[in-house]
């Protein structure tokens, strides 16, 4: 190993906002908010992973209202839970690690039947909700002006309100088939007034949403965007159309992006690449037709992509090379050797998920073998066998480390 490598295990600024080192959590849903409720089960995978050493982690999924929750077992951001997050933010930070609020809305990729100011999902134009077809709801409706108005001023509240709670920076989801990149991907938006048609008119939401949450926190506080690469489907965003994306993210106020792909809509597995998802959701799947479905269409639905290092690398560069501000990179970066790779392409931070729910300890486990001169492996396997735990009482945990226990 270089010495370019100890530059991952540094501080770094993000923003304005010091890290003990290059290493963050990605936001992703766990599945540890029993009836929206963040409490103990949340607090201690975050803590195992802040504890374990990392620069910065994510308490992913936080939505901006009550609508925008894919089923009502996620977080929204209300009063009620307020003196919980403080509790476990303000714990986190106790470690050492900074503590990032990964900010979400469904828009009409829904399977909630627990909705409060809707009757039915919303989205950029019509659609089929093949998520909420065993709900009972398979069509979603279009967002008028004045739904679009509401839902800026719901980031905009969401902002204040994660601010107010602890949180050190926000972490806007623009990609993976959720609320914003529906607007963005030409695949979701069909409309025809100024928020579709072109790149500009498409990116017209997302860049409100930026200066409502930039309004809202401050110019001091760091705003991450999360925005995809590609959609991976025919008709959807693709990368060349991606590099003008994050050219408007970066022109609006995001102080740094991060490179991700695929969609929970319509190809997941270009983000989760190894293999396939199916099995085990057929596995803690509790509705039968939702089972039924999943067993059938499952093959076809989930496509196969063989796990590879750094499966965004390129993708990830191309942006780099297209805006000002800083860049985290994520997707299939296990390895020292990946690690030594993108310190060595200048990426500024980087995201990890399966190797931390592998080893919560991963950035002391490999600074310490970085120092020694040793290699280090988190012994994550890329099964994906965790992924398909979101909706199994507790949550995600890594299978074959608990098996091997």
């Known amino acids: 190993m270089s010495d370019v490598l100890k530059r991952a295990f540094s501080p770094a600024k993000l923003g304005k906002l010091e890290l003990r080192n290059r290493l963050i959590k990605a936001g992703t849903y766990e599945g540890k908010t029993p009836n929206g409720i963040p409490g103990q089960d949340l607090k201690n995978f975050h803590m195992a992973i802040a504890e374990g050493g990392i620069g910065m982690t994510t308490i992913g999924y936080c939505t901006t209202e009550a609508d925008g929750r894919i089923d009502d077992q996620m977080m929204y951001l209300h009063d009620e839970i307020k003196p919980a997050l403080l509790n476990i933010i303000g714990d986190l930070k106790a470690t050492g690690a900074r503590v990032s609020g990964q900010m979400t809305h469904c828009g009409y990729f829904s399977k909630n039947t627990s909705m409060q100011r809707l009757d039915r999902p919303l989205g950029p134009s019509r659609q089929f909700n093949m998520l909420g077809l065993p709900a009972g709801m398979p069509f979603t409706g279009e967002m008028t002006l004045k739904d679009i108005d509401y839902l800026v001023q719901t980031y905009h509240d969401a902002a204040l309100y994660m601010k107010e709670v602890g949180f050190e920076a926000l972490e806007i989801h623009f990609s993976h088939g959720y609320g914003l990149s529906q607007f963005i991907s030409p695949k979701t938006n069909r409309r025809t007034d100024e928020y579709g048609g072109n790149t500009h008119n498409r990116m017209r939401l997302p860049v409100r949403v930026i200066e409502a949450c930039r309004k809202a926190v401050g110019d001091d506080f760091p705003i991450i965007g999360k925005m995809g690469l590609t959609d ?174």
């Open 232 to 405: 991976g489907i025919k008709d959807g965003l693709h990368e060349d159309e991606a590099i003008e994306v994050a050219k408007y993210l970066d022109k609006a106020g995001c102080d740094a992006l991060i490179t991700s792909g695929g969609t929970s809509s319509f190809n997941v597995m270009k983000m989760f690449r190894g293999p396939s998802i199916h099995h085990g959701m057929i596995e803690v799947e509790t509705n039968i037709i939702a089972k039924t479905g999943l067993k059938i269409m499952g093959p076809k639905i989930f496509k196969n992509y063989p796990y590879k290092e750094l499966y965004f690398r390129d993708g990830c560069q191309r942006v780099r090379d297209a805006v000002d501000c800083q860049m985290i990179y994520i997707g299939g970066c296990s390895t020292m050797e990946s690690l030594e790779q993108l310190m060595s392409d200048g990426v500024d931070f980087v995201q990890m998920a399966r190797p931390l729910i592998a080893d919560p300890a991963y950035a002391n486990h490999a600074m310490a073998a970085f120092e020694a001169g040793k290699p280090y492996d988190s012994g994550c396997t890329h099964c994906n066998r965790c992924v398909a735990l979101i909706n199994a009482p507790g949550g995600v945990y890594c299978p074959e480390l608990a098996e091997q226990r």
